[in-house]
């Protein structure tokens, strides 16, 4: 069926692409437990690659060229296996779920039956749990092409109960180049058997001067956003939705990161650890959620997403640990914006829902488009 699909595209656009640019698996490694890892190569003409492997969905590189035309590495990861396995791994670049950020207290109340799942992160549960959560299961992977585009599907089947959650969860997370536009585009799809939440992102970490460069502070973000979600002392949203104006979540006009970091720095997210509400000129389609710009390299990122809401957090708990190449990642070297909906939602009515029925489609969107500031 997939090969019917790529032989008609082909046809349909008249490319070059054929069978032989399907994106080839390498091996990246061996996880503890002996599941072979692989690693897809995805590229397009204006020198954008994207590494993504099988454990977690995840993103383990991404090249990008600078003003000069220089290409650098602008995500935090390992060059192994046994880096993502290790404690030094603060989810760089994976696939987060089945929901990511905080649920308080670990639990909630869905059709009369209370869940529990696994306490990771003070008194709440973080990220989809601890030992099967997305970013730790190997995903199938099926690459393809079409039009001048290719990319990689990769599926996984989380059984009925697995972290705690309801409901079989069938998952997909496609990642596309083309050379239409400058970007890596992420999609996400679910279905499943019980009802159960759902809140799905991508959690690369950041530094448009590349992986291992000083630290984020100079970099220049914009943030979609009029609004945020006051959290209490665990970072569990008080239920609040707040105006970001006269306070130093206001990224409406471009703003140097580190120029207000340390009002924040006494306060329980240490830095940049929030919640902000998109203001989308269409909701469900592709509206900006930040455009993030770094002056010395010239490198700038827009990011598009179908979803409510982004977390902008300034890697407040990175704390040395060596990445790729034997770089050091300090304390902020790198940030994450990370597409999401409101944490906690499952244990919030007031927040848009998560909770995904047998017989929906979860559907989201986020695209990383690069580009040179003029
Ligand atoms: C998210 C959270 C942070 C932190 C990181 C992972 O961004 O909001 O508080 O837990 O993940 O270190």
Redesign the pocket.
Known sequence: MLRMIICVSLVIFGRELAAADLPAAQPFGTTQTGDNVEVYTLRNDAGLVARIMTRGATLVELQVPDANGVSDDVILGFDDVAGYESSDN??FGCTTGRVC?RIANGTFALNGHRYELAIN?GPNH??GGTENSLDKVIWNAEPFVSGDGRGIVFQYSSPDGEEGYPGTLNVTVTYTVTNQSNDLKIDYAATTDKATPVNLTNHAYFNLSGAGASTVLNHVLLLNADLYTPVDDT?IPTGSVETVVDTPLDFRQPQVIGNRIEELIGTATLGY?HNFVLNASNPGELNTAAVLTDPESGRRLHIRTTEPAV?F?SGN?LNGQKGKGNRTYALRSAL?L?TQHYPDSVNQPKFPNTVLEPGQRFQSSTVLEFSIAP
């Open positions: 603060a989810y950020n992160n973080l990220h970072l650890d977390q957090y708990f994450c990370e």
